[in-house]
């Protein structure tokens, strides 16, 4: 392990720079820090559940920080209410299979996950779907039990508000502001399963200067990027870190 002593605590560096390429990756394009930060954790070796539990207080943290930069230019879509009510039973769900499955089992699923999130932003076009408002407890309630188990909330939403067409501002704001309420119950949850030990708190901690950077520098790229072509760069990367997970998920 890389890291760097505090006390009687390691400070691992390694976390620091996954923590780092996902706020980043959040910050410009408004979600995927957990589609980044999971499997590179679970690659580099990191147990799965404390990987949960800190990405989701990082995301949290995140979730607060871009609000802040943004919060003259925050425009919400109609209906984001459902999608964070519908979420909250699909929490619940994924906590718990968060805390019963097997280490390889949620290996494997991830994997799953981040295979066809990535195929799915490479070739598909969500905008040609017809989805419609009253179809938004069905993706609120999928994205919660993805976030409570892996903290991938971002897919089900990327996908609503794709085919809703969200204008980008109003798709960052939206998410976030779904990121913040869900986020919060999650940390709680996390919290109640005592998932917080003291090396995840340093952890964190430690991670707070860099969600603020990245956050500030996120919201830059977003204005200034050819956004779509890194959009499918990070989908390609995400297709060959679910591979990498599913031929490395043996028990």
Known sequence: MVGVIAGDLKIDLVVLGVITLAVLVRSTFGFGDALVAMPLLVIVGRDHQSATALVAAVSLVTAATIFAIDRRRTRLATGTWMLVVTALPGLGLGLWFLATASAPLLIRVLGVIVVCVGLLGVLVDPRRWRITDRVAPVFGLVAGCLGGAFNVHGPPLVVFGTARGWPPDVFRSTCQAYFLVT????????????????????????????????????????RRLPIESFRRAVYGMLMLLGLFLLTNSGG
Not at 194 to 199: A, I, K, Q
Not at 202 to 213: E, N, S, W
């Open 183 to 222: 986020g919060l119950l999650l940390v709680g949850g996390h919290g109640l399963a005592e998932r917080y030990t003291p090396e995840i708190l340093v952890q964190l901690l430690v991670c707070l200067p860099v969600v603020a950077g990245a956050g500030w520098l996120g919201g830059h790229l977003n």
